[in-house]
């Protein structure tokens, strides 16, 4: 996206240098990362990252608005609804696709968002090794609102611990160490020393919960639980499951974030946001007319999390088959550019611009961004996984401007 740099990576590029560099990522918890990381990082135009900010400080402004709680109450499933949510939305992450306009410019369009926290403490270790085995400009970094590496670990581990000890705090998940996103929840534990604990694992007692301490050996009360369950897995796997803690118990934990925020913000809001940078968002059951143009909408489930049950190839049948068109929204469709230029195809990507919102403040803060390459229809780490320079990788602003 930014040519000179481009070009300068491409050619000095070595099939050798890209297989150390695999090594090293694996090298401190071999076996943890699943999906396939790409060759590049992603060069981002300061007027292409100015545009998202401005996109997502918009949504902001929804969210932080006083009516946005009750607007959203609809969003949560009932039987999804945790009691015990006070505080605000720890971490929010905006997807953008890198699109082309009718101008042929590029400009960033929202495919989706989220109140639940993503690789966090991964894009910092991954950032840290593909420094060391390719030559990248220094004077670009991929945090966001002046945040270095130092002030951003220490902002996310503010937030997660506040003022507990980190035997008190623990990353909550399902089947954690069997996730495909695991190498996060261990780059976590590096970097704060809280444990990836599963659901089946927490002891209850009264309102207090419990976990065996995997270090100590002890069981040891939890003060504050950085969650990662998302209850579309939760619901899969329940059956499969085992014993587990209901989270519609109003437990004495600190939530980060709660799990009502999941719902919050999410598909669900986009019909609600009108931006240039925005694709144009309807509920599917306040649509009284099928469109003419129907190849230039895309389908997506309110409540689906990865990519899973989107339409993408949207025809009339599929439009009137949905038997729930209230849990469904309908998406003006975005057209993605190929700009990233590899030894062969060109490949697309997306720009996930990930916010923190530390505790007492009016707002949360542009804070690091992690970059996905496809040269498929479906953007994701979980897609073409056949194809070369395309996977999980990061997006490097200018710090000048």
Not at 221 to 243: K, T
Request: proline fraction near 7%.
């Amino acid at each position: 996206m930014i040519p000179h740099l481009r070009k300068s990576f491409n050619e000095a590029f070595t099939a050798d240098a890209y297989g150390d560099f695999l090594q090293d990522l694996n090298s401190r918890h071999p076996g943890s990362i699943e999906f396939r990381v790409a060759e590049t990082p992603v060069f981002v135009p300061s007027d292409f990252r100015d545009k998202m900010i401005s996109a997502c400080e918009s949504i902001v402004d929804l969210i932080t608005s006083p009516d946005f709680r009750r607007q959203s109450e609809k969003a949560i499933p009932a039987g999804d609804f945790v009691p015990g949510e006070e505080s605000d939305c720890s971490f929010i992450a905006f997807d953008f696709g890198v699109c082309v306009n009718d101008r042929n410019e590029l400009e960033p369009q929202l495919i989706e968002m989220q109140g639940f926290p993503t690789l966090y403490a991964f894009q910092v270790y991954y950032t840290d090794v593909i420094r060391k085995h390719f030559s990248l400009p220094a004077d670009y970094t991929p945090f966001l609102s002046s945040y270095t590496r130092e002030t951003y670990l220490s902002e996310f581990s503010k937030l997660i611990l506040g003022n507990a000890d980190p035997e008190q705090v623990v990353l909550l998940e399902i089947k954690p160490h069997e996730q495909k996103t695991r190498i996060d929840f261990y780059c976590t534990r590096d970097y704060l020393g809280i444990q990836p604990v599963c659901i089946t694992e927490l002891i209850p007692e009264g309102d207090q919960l419990y976990y065996v301490n995997e270090q100590t050996k002890k069981k040891t009360r939890i003060e504050r639980i950085y969650n990662r369950v998302i209850f579309d897995d939760l619901h899969a796997q329940h059956a499969s499951l085992g014993p587990h803690i209901s989270l519609q118990q109003n437990w004495n934990v600190k939530w980060i974030p709660h799990p009502n925020w999941f719902y919050r913000i999410s598909k669900y809001t986009l019909p609600f946001i009108r931006n240039p940078y925005v694709p144009k968002t309807f509920f599917l059951n306040q649509v009284k007319q099928i469109p003419d143009d129907l190849e230039h909408y895309v389908l997506k489930p309110l409540f689906s999390f990865a990519g899973q049950g989107v339409i993408i190839d949207l025809k009339k049948e599929d439009f009137i088959s949905i038997a729930d068109p209230q849990n469904w929204i309908i998406q003006q469709k975005v057209n993605y550019g190929s700009v990233i230029q590899t030894p062969h195809t060109p490949a697309k990507a997306e720009i996930r611009m990930m916010y923190m919102w530390p505790e007492g403040a009016e707002r949360p803060k542009a804070a690091i961004n992690l970059a996905r390459l496809s040269k498929g229809k479906m953007i994701g780490v979980r897609y073409n996984k056949d194809q070369e320079w395309v996977g999980g990788s990061v997006g490097l602003f200018s710090v000048s401007t």
